[in-house]
């Protein structure tokens, strides 16, 4: 019988009849996992791009029954008979994860199923264990932080943002590296991911002392992220939609004359003829050249809404279609979904997308981006609907430069922020930011600053949006907002709903982002969707909330460098700064339950009110430091529960061992230095 195993300095293979198993070391304390049938193929879409450098830590050995690899705190051993992998810590011998057939004779735990072409329908058990939580694995509206008893879709929606990295309790990072469509199932008999269709099994693991070791090891390995924009810090003003340009520099002027600092200002979708044009309709927009001048004079960045959805009707039409950069469809036309649109097609027409996963496609979008957008000085974009978004339809219909829908669809969202990124990076920029609606695992090395979609205007959803958020942390996306007040509706001339945009910004007040967005009332709808909506600035909601959210961006300012030191740091360490309790005192049990508090980078604990009516709130204070509340100066032990005051004006503060993150009131926040850029 041919020996089941050969080895390299750093890879162990093992082969049974047609089926392999390939381990190798990547990066510290952590391996990369590929099997499929015949061969291990490389240069398969995926996170882990570059090989990182040869580990020296690493030995493999070959034994009688089992062979095994070990990287630093990893060992991982796989049996001879079966092929069979279980990985441990080397310093413990605490099991992390283990392969589990699901039936004794067939399927194993690795299991292909051919769909053709090359392509199999795969699946990946994991033995399940007790106690177990699980954490990150990007963002959805389930309103859970703990994600283990969850079956998760493995598909791009808007909301829904597929980043398939999970966190676990047990010390270890999971990459599912694998953009294909599927789900995962974290279930109390096991753990299964699913590719409906793909090449071959890829994942990588990491093991980590903390849960903050685990996040630097997975930004080693698929990306840091940027510079984040010093001017991105400030508030951004935003709402479905203005109309034009006298309503943008109306909004612009109001805030410079009320003295209320503003950072940026968004112009949404509509702005074009048509969808694909990418440039302003002149009607309505008549020297956007001007108006970027006067915007940036008033020391604000203008944001320009980019859609990936290409009209029929519009100028890149033809020319995209026949240079091959649209998303073809396997069957049927390539028209994916209907959009509303302007003037007679208010109601919607069948639009294509152009197709992110081609750098020649990338190139040709940057083409009119920089001729409509950039040479007027508009150099940050918001890539609204970049799932892309279907409405209905299915991406195992399209077929993409990188492979079928089916096996590559989840990669859309990043490689649209990576093309921005690398545009505008060649145009010289150093300091690129991107809003975007989904992503995937290594969309943080492109810039991208991830938002929480078109959600509901309801406490529900503000609490909702505080577990998404940490989650979205834990997945190595360290750039995300939300829609201050929620996206879908809201009166602000309704006293309830003024409540909960006040308690909305206090939370928002200590994200990446500051965005004030939404469809406000009254809603005017053409079509299926709306197409602008109701008052959204600071004071459209009366004076006691102005107040309220002018206090709190006040605070804001106040906390800017401390911010961008913290997402300064973040570039080294791969932390986030929306962090949850869990991730600075991990050893505190207590910390791994709170999920309605998080710290603002390693010093600020903040407790957003998240319930209608409430003016104090129960708040964890970890063990492992001593904790003085921001207004009152009262000092707490920690590892206690404290009851905090919280009027609608306040948001409960907590500072770590006296620590003071604030720049003293009235100092503005542009002149205290900030670390440099290296």
């Known amino acids: 019988m041919p020996p089941a195993f050969t080895r390299t300095p750093d890879r162990l293979l093992w082969r049974h009849g047609h089926h392999v198993l390939q381990v190798e070391p990547w990066g510290p304390d952590a391996v990369r996992v590929r099997a499929g049938l015949h061969r291990i193929l490389d240069g398969l879409p995926g996170a882990l791009d570059d090989a990182p450098q040869p580990s020296r830590e690493c030995v493999t050995e070959i034994h009688a029954g089992h062979a095994v690899l070990v990287n630093g705190l990893l060992r991982v051993t796989v049996a ?28 194993g735990a690795r299991h292909f199923e051919a769909a053709g072409a090359g392509t199999y329908r795969i699946e990946q058990r994991f033995a399940a264990h007790d106690g177990e939580r699980v954490h990150g694995l990007g963002q959805h509206g389930h309103g859970r932080f703990d994600q283990k008893g969850t079956v998760l879709e493995l598909r791009q929606r808007n909301g829904e943002v597929t980043v398939p990295f999970a966190l676990s309790s047990r010390g270890y990072g999971f990459l599912w590296n694998n953009p294909a469509v599927g789900r ?8 299964r991911w699913v590719a409906d269709r793909a090449r071959q099994i890829d994942w990588w693991l990491a093991a980590g002392r903390t849960p903050a070791d685990v996040l630097a090891r997975y930004a080693g390995a698929t990306g840091h992220a940027p510079a984040f924009p010093r001017w991105a810090s400030g508030l951004w003003q935003s709402k479905l939609r203005y109309r034009d340009q006298a309503e943008v520099l109306a909004v612009a002027r109001e805030y410079a004359r009320r003295g209320l ?52 009707l519009s100028a890149a039409w033809a020319e995209l279609r026949d240079a091959g950069h649209l998303v073809a469809a396997d069957a049927g036309p390539a028209l994916h979904a209907d959009w509303p649109d302007t003037g007679d097609n208010a109601a919607g027409i069948g639009v294509a997308f152009y197709d992110a996963t081609s750098p020649a496609a990338r190139a040709a979008l940057w083409d009119r981006l920089q001729e409509h957008y950039y040479k ?66 290594g969309s943080q090395k492109y810039g991208a600053a991830l938002w929480s979609g078109d959600i509901p205007a309801t406490f529900e959803a503000l609490a909702g949006s505080v577990r998404a958020g940490l989650n979205v942390a834990l997945s190595g996306i360290p750039w995300w907002t939300t829609d201050i007040g929620g996206f879908h509706g809201g009166d602000p ?24 967005h939404g469809h406000r009332e009254p809603r005017i709808f053409d079509g299926p969707v709306g197409t602008g909506g109701g008052p959204n600035e600071i004071w459209s909601y009366g004076e006691c909330a ?51 508090q998080f710290l603002c980078g390693p010093d600020l604990l903040v407790a957003p009110v998240v319930r209608a009516g409430a003016r104090e709130r129960r708040v964890y204070l ?22 905090a005051a919280a009027p609608l004006e306040t948001v409960p503060l907590f500072l770590r061992d006296r620590a003071d993150p604030f720049v003293p009131a009235g100092t503005p926040a542009s002149s205290v230095p900030l670390p440099a850029i290296p």
């Open 493 to 516: 001339d309704d006293e309830d709903y003024r409540e909960l945009m006040v308690r909305w910004f206090q939370f928002a007040a200590f994200c990446p982002l500051l965005r004030l």
């Open 546 to 596: 102005e107040r309220a959210m002018t206090a709190a961006l006040r605070l804001r300012e106040r906390l800017r460098p401390y911010l961008h030191r913290t997402l300064d740091d973040g570039r080294r360490t791969g932390l986030p700064l929306l962090r949850p309790l869990l991730l600075e005192f991990p050893a505190d049990r207590a910390a791994w339950d709170v999920d309605d």
């Open 261 to 312: 600092p503003l950072s940026a200002i968004v112009i949404d979708y509509l702005h074009w003829r048509h969808l694909g044009d990418w440039d302003f309709d002149r009607r309505d927009w008549p020297d956007p050249r001007a108006m970027t001048e006067e915007l940036r004079h008033l020391g604000v960045e203008p944001v320009v809404s980019v859609w990936p959805s290409v009209s029929p």
């Open 184 to 191: 995962v199932e974290f279930a109390a008999n096991g753990t």
């Open 376 to 441: 007027l000085g508009i150099r940050t974009y918001w890539l609204d609907a970049c799932e892309p978004e279907m409405r209905p339809g299915h991406p195992h219909n399209l077929s993409f430069a990188a492979g079928p829908g089916a096996e590559v669809a989840n990669l859309y969202p990043r490689e649209h922020a990576r093309g921005i990124h690398e545009h505008l990076t060649e145009q010289g920029e150093t300091e690129v930011l991107s809003l975007i609606r989904s992503a995937w695992a």
């Open 622 to 643: 970890p063990a492992g430091a001593r904790w003085t509340e921001y207004a009152t100066g009262a000092v707490h032990p920690g590892g206690t529960w404290v009851t």
């Open 80 to 107: 001879a008979a079966d092929g069979l992998l279980t990985a441990v810590r080397t310093d413990t011998g605490e099991e992390l994860l283990r392969e589990e057939p699901a039936h004794f004779w067939w399927p």
